[in-house]
Structures are given as C-alpha cells and as structure tokens.
C-alpha cells in the first residue's frame, strides 16, 4: 500500500518486505512491464517528431535571415583592370626602396605629446614627434573608413578602394587581394619585397611577396604579446643591414593585442610603446638616405582596447614619412597643433596613402584608387600639383570604366580641366579644385556603394514574418496543433511542399531568366515557400478558418490574464525599443527596467495573494524582493557603448576586487542553490556529489584562474612573477582553463546522461500503526522516497550547472559574478511561477528571454562590434584551434541566452512529482520553447524592420546594422541550442524518471 504524504514525501507500507518493489524500480533492475514500454516508445516517437518540426522551422528563419542580409549588408564588384605605366601615372620615383612598419592599433595620441598625462599609453612613443619637428620628417592623424578592422584597413591601405560591410566579416578568414594595389605593381616591376609580421599580409599578398623574405606570425591569439612582435625585430635589423629588398615590411601586433587584453590603461602599453620606440630609433641609425620609412597605424582603439566601430578612437590613427636625405612639404604650423590631444592636428585619409606610395616608387596608381595623394610628401608645390594631376586621370579613368559612375561628375571635371588650361588659376587654387573633385568623387562613391537590395530585403522580411505567424499558432493558440499526432502531419507535409516548392522554383528559373535571381537563389525561395505552406496545410485541412478565429479568441478569453497583458507589454515595447537609435543605445536599461517591473508586480501579487499559507507567502515575497535585488545589481555591471558617455562609467573591470568576489561567489553560489534544493527536500544521492563538492570545485578552479590572471600581468606582483616565472603561470592557466571546459562540458554532461537523480530511499524498521496488534505488524517497515516532489527539476537543473560553469569559466570575473546572479534569479522565478501559478502562462519564457538579454550586457556585452571579447577564445590553447577558440568565444558572447533557454523546461518540471503522462509534460516544455523561440523571433523581426527602414540613417551602420546582426544571431544560435542541448536534456530527464517512477 502507497500513502502520499504532501508533494515531497511518499510511503510504502505494508507487512514483510514491503519495499522490495520499490527498490526494484529504482534501481531500474526488471525489465519494464510491456505498458511501461510502450509508453517509452511514445515519449520517443514524439521527441522526435517535435524536433523535426523545429528543425523545419528553424530552417526557415535561416533562409529569410539569409536573404535579409544579402540584401541589406554591403558588397561591391571589383573591376579586373591592372593599372600600366601607359595610362601616363608614372613618374620618376622619389626613393629606391622604402620601410613600412604597421603598428597594429596605434591610435594617434600614442604618438604624440599630452603635456600632464600620467596614462600608461601617453607620452610613451615620442620618437615619432622629435623627429617630425625637423624638415626629413612630418607626423599626421591617420584617418580611417570603418569597419576598422586589420583586414579591411590593409586593403584600403594597398588599393586605394573603399570596404564595404559585409567585409568585415571575412577579418578572419582573408583571400587574396582580387583588385590592383601597389605591392601587384611593385611584383609587376620585378621589386623584391621583404615581409615580418601578421600572417594577414600572406593571406592577402602571399604571391607578392620574396619566398625566402617572407616570415608571417599567427596574428588572432591577442593574449600573446609579444611573439610577433619578437619575430618581427628579429628579421627587421638584419634585413635593414643586407638592403637586398626594395620593400620591407614588418606588421607589430603588441600594442593592439594589449588593448584587447587588458585595455589601453594597463601598464603593458607602456612597455609596449617604449618596446616601439626604441625599434624606430634603431631602424631611423640604420637607413640609408636613399629609403624612405614609412610608419602608420592601421586603425586605433577604444577606451576598452577593442575596435571595430566608427567612434573617434577607432578611425584616427597614426602616420610617420621620414627621409634622412629628403626634406617634406610642411603646411603651415598651425595645421600641426598638438593641443587638446591632438584633436586639432592635420588629418589625411588612410586610402591617399596609396596614390602617394605609388608616386614616391614611381609606380603606377592603382586601376581602384579613390584617394588623392598626401601633400606632405612631395618636396614642392609643383611637384605636389602634378601628383595631383595624375591621381584625378586616374580616378577619371576608374569611374569612366564602371557603369554605376560613367558619366557622372563630367561637368565638374570639364571645368577642372578647363580652370587648368586657361592658367588664370594659382597653383593653390589649382590643388584645392582637384581636391574637391576627388572629394566629390568618393562622396559619391561612399553613396553608390551603399544600395541596397530591396528585393532580398522584403523577401526576407516576409519568409521572417509567415515563420513568425506559425510559431505564434504553433505555441500559443491552437493547442491540438502540439499533439504528437500532429507532429509528423507536420513533417510529411513539409517535406512535401518542399519538394513542390523547390521543383516549381526550378521550372521558373528554366523557364523564366529571372534577373539577377540565379538558381540557388530560386532554390532557397522555393524551398522556404514550400515549407512554410507544409506547415499551414495540415492545419487549413484539420481546422477550419472559424475554429483557428475561435481557437484564437477563447485562448485570449481563457488564458489571458493580467500577467499575459504584461509579458505583451515587455515584447511590444521592446520591439519598439529599435525604432529609435537612442532607445538601442539604452537597451540593456530598458531590459532592465522590464525585470524590475515584474519582480515589483510579483512582489505585489504575492502579497495580495488570498488563501495562501503565511509561510508559503512570507517566502514567495522573499523569492521575488531577491529577484529584485539581484536584478538591480546585475545593472550595475555594465561596460559603457561610446553612445553613452558621458551618462555611464562602464563597471566591467577586471580588478583585485572583482577577483575576490569571484572566490567569495565560488563558496557562496553553492551554498545558495543547496539551500533551494533543501526547499524542495532535494538535496539527495546526485546533488551533493554535483553541487557540494563539483560545483564549489570547479567554481573555485575557475577562480584561481582569474587570480593567476590577474597576478601575472599585474604590476603590483612583478617581483613575484620573475620568481615564480611566467611560463609556469602560464601552464597552470592552461591546465585549470583545459580541465575546467572538460569537465563542464563533456565529462559531467556524459555523467549526468547515465540518469543521476536527486532522491533517497529511507527506510523506517519496527514501525508502529496505531490500533493494530502488533503481533500482525511484526517487523513492518515503512519507505519514503526523499524528493520525490521535485525529482525532474532537480535532476535536471544539474544540467543547467555544467554549462553553468564553463559560461562562467569563458566569462571575465565580473560577468561570472553576473552569471551567478543569473542562476539565482532562475531558482528564485521558478519559486515565484510555482506560488503564482504561471507555469503555462506567457510571461514566463518572456522573462526568461529578457534575463538572456540583462546578463548579456552585464557580461560586458553590448550590440557593437568592438564589444566582441576575442581574447577570451585563447583562454584554452595558445593558438587558434577548432573548436575550442570557436567554442571559448560562443560561449562568451551567448553564454547567458544558452543557460537561460536550456532552463525554460523547468518551468513545467519544477517542483512536480513524476507524472503518468510525460508525453503532456513534454508537450507543455515545447508551449514553453516555442513561446521563447517566437519572443526571440519577435525582436529580432522588429530589428530588421527598422534596420531597413533606417538604412539611409546617418546611424545606421554604427547602432542599427550591429543591432540587427546580434538579433539574427541569437536566432541562429537559440534555434540550434534549443535543438541539440534543451531538447536532449528535456528527453534524457522525462526518459529516466518515466522509466523508474512510471505508473
């Protein structure tokens, strides 16, 4: 006999061996009886007939994604033509040969005086500075064109041609340059060119350059600074000596690889500037007067070190020209003002390097070359006038031979020529027309290039908006469509369609041409139609029209309530929130105000609640008020966007103190989550082995982590670095990094697979039933099954710790300390849904979407590009290693979205005893999935909408493409996570229960 007690609490009584039964099912040793079995089978079945859909309909998104970017990011086409001596650019050159040393990130204050300032990266480099007050050398702010990443920046550094967006994504995978730049011309004259540095130069001049001169170093790992560095002084000072090279190249990456580690503040930048000054010292002793040095940055960096954007910071950049034999053309002083940090100082873009390399080599302008060359090069006024010249017939040769540009500009070039001939033009009026014919050209340019695809972009819109219209029936109003039955409806009929869709858009291409649409393109559009017509099918034919409205409208009558309004509320103002650029800029505000308002509400409604126990209510108010607190503290964890300034001081350091808040969190995180297992008489068999003693050891490992991190590259500790040594530290980082990402995500996950549960069996021997002869009851036992109540959430929400650890491990110490709010604040809701009732209700996968979006930015996060922390992808290997830099980096950028969507199961399995129905459970968990699938679907739309509608906005490419780019990843990457992880672990938890406790 079975007697309940309460929801944690079950007892078998009977005379004998009453518990023999039990055991047996625990221990899981009999085989299943055929019910049983069956049952299984039909839990397996329906897995996978929900996964399939969800895969189906995550395809979709992808494809209307896909098109949505091709229509909207950037690209365009490169003319094939080679510019030749012939077309009448080449002059007799200036220099034999030259040095071009590229200081990676060498923003323009780095170079020059800062009377007053004690930072670590002022006053630090002044080589560049003393040498340009002479008449052999002059220093500029080198300006650049976003996207200011090294890639994009070397091609506008050797073509002359603008980037464009979409190449920005390629920073890390560079293909040969396919356009005219000056090292082709250099290799058409038979120049031998000398390289060190960036393995990035081979990947996009590897043809160029001398085999036996060419010594490329890995350039991604940015927390080794000093190997390229090293490798690159290495081959500089012999190579100078031996002059058996026209170029000679190096490419230092210290300076950029510090700000990226550490931030321009730290004092690494110090030593590597002064690393910096004394190369340049030594390499000015050793040239000859026939070479020209040339050093320059290729793009700055922001206060956080990182670049990318289009801040100040970002685009002004560092040029050097110095000849010990040849004078420059100063302008006036004035024009070379140092004041203010150099914000008034003379500015030249990065691209007129390119006409005035070419001319100074006596090399032909570059066929793609949009700049005009640099004034100060050129030794007089009128040999800076016939510079000019021939740049303008070379950019007039360019924009003639391409079609979108012929014909354009030609009154105003008539006239220049016009001015020019008739001679009643000085030579400083002559150069300022020229100049303003160029500038006019690459206006123009910068807004022809910048069409976009409104054809992509509407289809893409629309694939995006059908998908979005079928999550919203799928999850929420037609709940017959969630049936298992339905599940392979579904597929046949997607499948289907599919093959429909995909043969009509074949016979179309065939039969039609249609334009620029080639066949895959056709394919995609068929395919994602298809699909998206296999979906509604079933239904259409299932459902009539009146039964979908009426389904529809009794779901709003029934199951709207007060909390539905408002998780409605959060999603409309948060897809608002992309309407306006200011409102983007403050959106981790705006989230965070949202989860305020709703622990406030929890607050209230739990206090209001009537027929509730005094104590169950004192607690639920106290889930919801640390709720609050956590989510409060959490905003104050912040790493500000440039947009902000100077409203937000960014938080997100990484200091002594944030490292003892990880070693305190690493004890006390623990001790709170034992303390919610205890809540629901949990903390049995599995959990004290993964939370009491895994957790707090790994937590601990992580922090110890940090502290060798902080440790070695703090000058406080040098004196104990060099005792202990720094390959040491280095290989105890290592190894903590490597086992800690083991364990977590491969060793405890594979154990956690075998089916741990968080129960006890006690058993109670001698009992005594009240009114009953004893005689009868000789030797009867009693069994209770200790958490019982809560066998699925607590088994399961170990799961949600592994990938809890390795998040936090690839997160800096303060977004670790926000990670452990995050696990905090899903126990304290999950109390909260349960006292509410809200298990099934809207709002809960909404705040869970939203806590996503609160750590993202209180990990050091924002929408931008720079705010990518890829120093963290070589926490695990010293160089770039599929796939763990690649998994180091994901689990850092969406991280917080990953724990937060593998725990939207517990919401229907938290605090419930085994159910004989799992199949209705699962189907529960997938209402839950889909709703924050269609939460992310949502913005995520509402961020492509209005990306579109802004793409002519002067923000668009710094506030609102970033926003859209991060909006169709988390699609991409909720969709994936959900299907290979949440739904792996929702089935292995419903399996192994059902198998033991099924009824």
Same mark, same amino acid.
């Given at each position: ?55 189906? +309909? ?7 994604? &896909? ?5 909207? /990011? ?21 220099? =034999? ?11 323009? #204050? ?24 002479? #008449? ?43 356009? #005219? ?111 020209? /040095? ?105 924009? #003639? ?99 429909? &869709? ?64 408002? !998780? ?123 939370? !009491? ?31 202990? &040594? ?7 980082? +290592? ?34 039933? =009240? ?17 019982? &109540? ?59 979407? /939203? ?20 120093? +963290? ?67 995520? +739309? ?58």
């Amino acid at each position: 006999m079975m007697e309940p007690l309460g929801n944690d609490l079950t007892k078998m009584r009977q005379p004998q061996s009453p518990i023999q039964p039990a055991l047996a099912k625990l221990a899981a040793t009999s085989a299943p009886p055929t019910r049983a079995r069956i049952r299984q089978q039909k839990l397996r079945y329906t897995f996978v007939g929900y996964i399939i859909v969800l895969i189906f +309909l995550a395809i979709t998104q992808f494809i209307g994604l &896909g098109f949505f970017a091709s229509g909207f /990011l950037l690209s365009r086409k490169v003319l094939p033509d080679i510019a030749t001596c012939d077309d009448g650019s080449c002059v007799e050159p200036r220099f =034999e040969r030259a040095v071009v040393l590229v200081v990676d990130a060498l923003r323009f #204050d780095f170079a020059i005086p800062v009377p007053g300032s004690e930072m670590n990266y002022h006053n630090n480099f002044p080589v560049l500075y003393d040498l340009a007050q002479g #008449d052999n050398g002059v220093l500029l702010k080198f300006v650049a064109d976003p996207p200011t990443t090294t890639l994009q920046r070397l091609k506008g550094l050797t073509t002359g041609s603008l980037p464009t967006i979409i190449d920005a994504g390629s920073n890390f995978n560079g293909d040969a340059i396919d356009e #005219d730049n000056w090292l082709l011309q250099l290799h058409r004259k038979n120049k031998t060119i000398a390289f060190a540095g960036d393995d990035t130069w081979t990947a996009l001049f590897d043809e160029y350059i001398h085999p036996d001169m060419n010594f490329p170093y890995p350039s991604l790992n940015v927390w080794d600074l000093h190997t390229v560095d090293n490798g690159v002084i290495e081959h500089l000072y012999p190579s100078i000596k031996t002059r058996d090279w026209d170029i000679l190249i190096g490419h230092f990456l210290g300076v950029d690889h510090v700000g990226h580690r550490y931030g321009p503040k730290h004092y690494s930048m110090k030593e590597k500037l002064n690393q910096m000054n004394s190369v340049v010292e030594k390499v000015v002793e050793e040239l000859d007067d026939s070479t020209l /040095l040339v050093i320059l940055g290729d793009h700055g960096m922001d206060y956080t070190g990182n670049h990318g954007g289009d801040s100040p910071d970002e685009l002004e950049s560092t040029l050097f020209m110095y000849s010990k034999s040849k004078s420059f053309l100063k302008k006036d002083d004035d024009a070379y003002n140092i004041s203010n940090e150099g914000k008034h100082y003379r500015a030249v873009n990065q691209i007129d390097l390119v006409p005035t390399m070419s001319l100074l080599l006596g090399l032909p302008i570059p066929f793609n070359n949009l700049g005009f060359p640099i004034d100060e090069a050129f030794a007089s006024m009128d040999s800076l006038l016939s510079a000019g010249n021939r740049t303008i017939e070379q950019i007039k040769r360019f924009r #003639d031979l391409t079609p979108s540009l012929a014909n354009t500009l030609q009154g105003s070039y008539d006239t220049l020529v016009e001015n020019t001939l008739s001679g009643l033009y000085s030579n400083a009026d002559l150069l300022e027309e020229l100049k303003k014919f160029q500038y006019d050209s690459l206006e123009q340019c910068k807004t022809l290039w910048a069409r976009f695809d409104l054809r992509f972009i509407g289809i893409g819109i629309g694939i995006l908006f059908l998908s979005l219209t079928f999550m919203i029936t799928y999850a929420r109003s037609i709940p017959a469509v969630r049936v298992s039955t339905m599940s392979f409806e579904f597929i046949g009929s997607v499948v289907a369609m599919s093959i429909i &869709g995909v043969v009509l858009s074949f016979s179309i291409y065939i039969v039609l041409k249609p334009g620029d649409f080639n066949f895959k393109i056709c394919l995609f559009i068929g395919a994602a139609l298809g699909m998206m017509i296999g979906f509604w099918a079933p239904i259409m034919d299932r459902f009539s029209v009146a039964y979908i409205w009426h389904s529809t409208i009794d779901f709003f009558l029934y199951n709207f309530n007060s909390w539905s309004f408002l !998780g409605i509320v959060f999603v409309a103002f948060h897809c608002l929130v992309f309407a306006s650029n200011s409102y983007v800029v403050w959106e981790d505000k705006m989230v965070s105000l949202f989860l305020l308002s709703f622990g406030a509400s929890c607050v209230y409604a739990i206090a209001i609640k009537p027929n509730i126990p005094q104590k169950e209510r004192v607690l639920g108010i106290s889930h919801a008020l640390t709720f609050v607190i956590l989510t409060r503290l959490s905003s104050m964890i912040n790493a500000c966007r440039e947009e902000q300034r100077p409203y937000c001081s960014t938080t997100f350091t990484t200091s002594w103190w944030s490292i003892a808040l990880l070693h305190t969190m690493a004890y006390l995180l623990p001790s709170a989550i034992i303390a919610f297992y205890k809540l629901s008489d949990s903390y049995y068999s599995a959990a004290p082995l993964w939370i !009491g003693t895994g957790l707090k050891f790994l937590l601990f490992m992580n922090a110890m982590y940090w502290s060798l991190e902080y440790i070695s590259h703090n000058e406080t500790f040098k004196a104990a670095n060099s005792v202990i &040594g720094a390959p040491l530290i280095k290989s105890l980082k +290592l190894a903590i990094a490597r086992l800690v990402l083991f364990v977590s995500l491969v060793l405890a996950n594979f154990s956690w697979s075998r089916g741990p549960l968080c129960v006890k069996l006690e058993i109670e021997e001698d009992i005594d039933v =009240e009114g009953l002869d004893s005689d009868d009851y000789k030797n009867s036992k009693a069994a209770t099954i200790l958490g019982y &109540g809560n066998v699925y959430g607590s088994s399961y929400f170990l799961l949600v710790l592994n990938f809890t650890v390795a998040v936090m491990l690839t997160t800096k110490p303060l977004g670790a300390l926000s990670i452990s709010f995050l696990i905090i604040q899903i126990l304290s809701l999950l109390e909260i849904v349960g006292t509410l009732s809200l298990r099934k209700n809207l709002i809960s996968p909404i705040i869970f979407g /939203l806590l996503g979006y609160q750590h993202f930015f209180s990990t050091g996060h924002q929408a931008t590009i720079p705010s990518i922390q890829w120093e +963290l992808g070589f926490m695990t290997t010293e160089t770039i290693v599929f796939p763990l830099t690649h998994i180091n980096i994901i689990l850092n950028t969406f991280g917080p979205f990953f724990i937060t969507a593998l725990s939207i199961p517990l919401l229907n399995i938290w605090r419930i005893s085994p159910s004989s129905k799992p199949i209705t459970v699962l189907s529960q968990i997938i209402t839950n999935l889909a709703t924050f699938i269609t939460y992310f679907l949502f913005t995520g +739309l509402s961020s492509l909408i209005f990306a579109a509608h802004f793409r002519r906005h002067l923000m668009v490419w710094k506030i609102f493409a970033p926003r859209f780019m991060l909006s169709a990843m988390l699609i991409v990457a909720i969709n994936t996570f959900i299907i290979i992880v949440t739904l792996w672990g929702t089935r292995k938890t419903l399996g192994q229960v059902n198998r033991i406790f099924g009824k």
